[in-house]
């Protein structure tokens, strides 16, 4: 076994706060326990619920955590009971509840996917949140398969990238809103087939335009808010609404008759409290399905900056300025 010491550097804010709470502290190593393994982390995944919390809007869940951090990378040094003890040394990218803004991060060995040679420990760090939450809500609840065509909000998030390389080797047309024109045009490097500049036009009527008055299978929305009639409007019959956020508004509107007319679904879900065998299958399920091809090189996740520990209140006031594409990373070490 690696001998390790006992603390370890971590970000862990005693209070709410801007961006000049996140200061480097230490704390000690935490232990993993039945079933999980311990990560020396090399890098970790900046994520909007990390900013949230950080201000105090999203307390961690029971048992997590007050570190932030939803995403690492890295290599397991220790393990706990029920693990295989040959893995220690492996290289896996992690799925945690928190504690990622730590050198040390405890994962749920059912969270955890192998790195392969095809990413870095950058990019490898950029995967876990984005791949679970676009997998379980527009391939799972959204029922996205090839042909359809999904209409993605905020398509230059970390959410929005991984949304459209996903559609990209599946099979699925996808339209993506962003909100300049600037924007759109990056949306599209990364290879989404239509991008709206909902700023100076209507994306209902791009929508509308663009599917030939068809509509589309799936609207993934994390606005919330009055967006969501607009998005019912956007679908095809048959078709599912899946709300993962709602930073335009928890509140919304909606033609009941419309949902009874066209046989509409609308349905959501939150990632973060999910069960430990919830998360389990799902990395399963990416394992068989999605897996082979990050290690094939065709699937990588867009990295706008890679900031180091320090520089994590650097990292969260881009975050929160929305002014980067794809995914922001902290380099641990």
């Not at 042909?147 to 998030?157: E, F, I, R, Y």
């Not at 065709?298 to 900056?305: M, R």
């Amino acid at each position: 076994m690696v001998s390790l010491p006992t603390h370890m550097k971590a970000i862990d804010p005693d209070q709410p706060g801007g961006p000049e709470v996140l200061r480097i502290v230490e704390r000690p190593i935490p232990t993993p326990g039945e079933g999980e393994v311990l990560i020396r982390v090399a890098a970790a995944g900046i994520n909007r619920p990390e900013v949230l919390q950080r201000m105090g809007a999203y307390p961690p869940p029971p048992g997590a955590p007050s570190i932030p951090g939803l995403e690492v990378a890295g290599t397991i040094v220790a393990i706990g009971g029920g693990v295989e003890r040959d893995l220690v040394g492996q290289p896996v990218c992690a799925l945690i509840a928190g504690g990622g803004y730590a050198q040390y991060a405890v994962a749920p060995y059912g969270q955890c996917l192998p790195v392969p040679e095809a990413l870095t420990m950058i990019e490898a760090a950029a995967m876990p949140e984005t791949l679970f939450t676009v997998w379980t809500n527009l391939f799972e609840r959204g029922y996205a398969a090839e042909g359809d065509t999904v209409l993605v909000h905020g398509g230059t998030s970390g959410i929005g990238t991984m949304a459209i390389r996903l559609c990209n080797l599946f099979g699925v047309e996808v339209i993506v809103t962003a909100g300049s024109d600037e924007k759109c045009a990056a949306a599209k490097a990364v290879g989404a087939d239509h991008a709206i500049n909902y700023k100076t036009e209507d994306f209902v009527e791009r929508v509308k335009a663009t599917t030939g008055g068809k509509g589309v299978a799936v609207v993934l929305d994390m606005v919330g808010g009055d967006y969501v009639p607009r998005n019912m409007q956007c679908l095809g019959d048959d078709g599912r609404h899946v709300s993962i956020a709602v930073q335009g508004g928890g509140q919304a509107t909606i033609p009941i008759f419309e949902i009874m007319r066209r046989r509409l679904t609308l349905t959501g879900s939150t990632l973060r409290p999910r069960s430990v065998a919830f998360k389990t299958a799902v990395a399963d399920e990416l394992a068989r399905t999605v897996w082979p091809h990050v290690e094939a090189g065709e699937l990588k996740p867009v990295i706008d900056t890679v900031f180091a520990f320090d520089q994590a209140p650097d990292a969260h006031r881009l975050m929160e300025s929305g002014n980067h594409v794809g995914k922001i990373v902290l380099e641990i070490e």
